[in-house]
């Protein structure tokens, strides 16, 4: 004999079962003594007495399980015991109320389903045949003719009493295996939870739940790494990223990111799909978002790039094809210059050799763009550099005085250059920024250069004019200008310059808000 499952490891369960035992005698004396007071002229005490010692022997030993609960769970076959005792006891208590008409046969039917609850099927049965035993003693003792129909209702009690113990251990059969599944159900459960929750929280993508309305629900660890705060509860998804559309049931771009006007903006790879929560009742959006800004940077430069080495290599055989023809022309108007008298033809041949001169140094300057950069191996302080280029700009008389100049620079600022084309690369820059605030009322230029792990990170910003987006496409390539006199080769050698020290080039702008150079340089060990 073995007790379920549920009463061996639950010990709440198991006194509900034994209060359920003790609530059937008390229910019984409860019964008895209403009885008692409504015929109190019919109480016949010679029956009673006997009653009552049984009631009171059963409520006593049940007071005693209730003591010795703890005990009696570690041992099953003393906890079966006492459904016997109490089979016997209700058994006494019918033999001596009249087996015929006797109002305490249903007890036996709880007494042997609470067992079937308690000890299983096997115990069920066994107490079903204990009970028969008594039941059957009992009326066949009993003073009462033992006509027809009396061994009828007999045979049909006993009938009942085994149906009872059969249905009663196979619902606790299955009570067992639906519990057991139930709980094998729930711990599965709680592990894919915790699996899920572990993945959400140590994956790289940024992850945000939000509402309809945009309060946000949760977030991982990722996404307050990437949105630089450290708690969104009190955030909205639509005011970190205004260009995300309400309505739209699925959104797949890149935004522009800053947790603060003062922060470095970011470029993030957004993906926002609704799906619906049963546990809200309501739909609820999941956005994943990662940190594009290195790889669009990259795409940027490769693009800039190849574009670029297409340009070059083929303006450098136009260059040379140019160059011959420009000297022998050089060279006939030379001579011709000999022998002309008129002094209005003098003027003329001189005006054709000096734009002459003008596209030979053109063509030259051409040539230095597209002849490849030797990897440069001496060490450049860029803090000293970049100080001697701002400071140069003070005392230049065809730019603005009035330029406020910012400078942040960290320790250490060494890299592998030449530092005579570092500084033409930078001064270009700083004048292209000091030409485009000509109309800013505030004319303002930060300069920026940190260490970040290897690299070293340059940030040039102005508060000029900005440039639009098909103007930032074409800033690099040659001959593209939107100056009145500009060559268009500046910003293109600057890029040369910077492709030939390994650094990264990178462009932000806006028109009417500023514009910014972000430059990565590989730091010199």
């Not at 109190?40 to 010795?68: C, D, K, Q, R």
């Not at 505030?442 to 290897?454: D, E, L, R, W, Y």
């Amino acid at each position: 004999m073995r007790l379920s499952f549920a009463l061996q490891n639950n010990k709440e369960q198991g006194l509900m079962v034994e209060f359920g035992r003790l609530s059937l005698f008390v229910l019984i004396l409860v019964i008895s003594v209403i009885s008692s007071i409504v015929q109190e002229g019919f109480v016949n005490w010679s029956i009673l007495g006997p009653f009552y010692s049984i009631l009171t022997v059963a409520l006593g030993l049940h007071l005693i399980w209730f003591s010795f609960w703890d005990q009696l769970l570690q041992r099953p076959l003393l906890l079966f015991l006492g459904f016997v005792v109490d089979s016997l006891l209700i058994s006494l208590l019918i033999y001596h109320s009249g087996i015929s008409q006797s109002l305490f046969l249903f007890l036996h039917l709880v007494n042997i389903l609470l067992a079937g609850i308690a000890c299983r099927g096997v115990g069920a049965v066994t107490l079903a045949l204990f009970t028969s035993i008594f039941f059957s003693g009992a009326a066949l003792f009993s003073p009462e003719m033992k006509a027809l129909n009396f061994f009828f209702l007999l045979a049909l009690n006993n009938i009942a009493f085994f149906s009872v113990a059969g249905l009663s251990g196979y619902l606790s059969e299955q009570l067992q295996f639906v519990g057991s599944e139930l709980k094998k159900t729930g711990l599965s459960l709680r592990s894919a939870q915790e699996l899920n929750e572990v993945l959400v929280e140590n994956i790289p993508t940024g992850m945000v739940s939000f509402t309809e309305n945009g309060e946000i629900v949760k977030a991982n660890s990722s996404a307050l790494e990437i949105l630089g705060m450290p708690d969104v509860s009190s955030a909205n998804f639509y005011q970190l990223f205004p260009d995300v559309d309400k309505a739209e049931s699925l959104v797949k771009k890149d935004v522009k990111y800053a947790p603060s006007p003062e922060a470095q903006a970011k470029i993030l790879g957004l993906t926002v799909s609704k799906i619906y929560s049963p546990e809200l009742q309501s739909h609820l959006s999941i956005a994943l978002f990662d940190d594009l800004t290195k790889i669009r940077q990259l795409e940027y430069n490769a693009r800039q790039n190849e574009k670029l080495a297409a340009v070059g290599g083929l303006a450098a055989g136009i260059a040379h094809e140019i160059r011959n023809p420009l000297a022998g022309i050089s060279g006939s108007i030379e001579m011709l210059t000999q022998t002309v008298t008129n002094e209005d033809d003098r003027k003329l041949m001189k005006i054709v050799l000096r734009e002459i001169d003008r596209l030979n140094n053109l063509i030259t300057e051409f040539l230095d763009y597209a002849r490849p950069e030797t990897p440069p191996t001496d060490p450049v302080d860029l803090s000293s550099l970049m100080t001697e280029v701002l400071d140069s700009m003070r005392t230049n008389n065809q730019v603005r005085a009035d330029v406020e100049q910012v400078r942040q620079y960290d320790a250490g600022l060494k890299i592998l250059g030449r530092r005579d084309k570092l500084k033409q690369a930078f001064l270009n820059i700083i004048i292209n920024s000091y030409q485009a605030m000509n109309e800013s009322p505030q004319p303002k230029i930060s300069v920026q250069a940190v260490t970040k792990g290897n690299e070293v990170e340059v940030r040039i910003r102005d508060a000029g004019c900005g440039m639009s987006e098909a103007t930032k496409k074409k800033m690099f390539e040659p001959f593209h200008t939107t100056k009145p006199k500009g060559t268009g080769l500046g910003l293109a050698v600057t890029h040369k310059i910077l492709e030939g020290h390994g650094a990264q080039v990178f462009v932000e702008s806006e028109v009417g808000v500023g514009t910014e150079f972000i430059l990565t340089f590989p730091k010199a060990n």
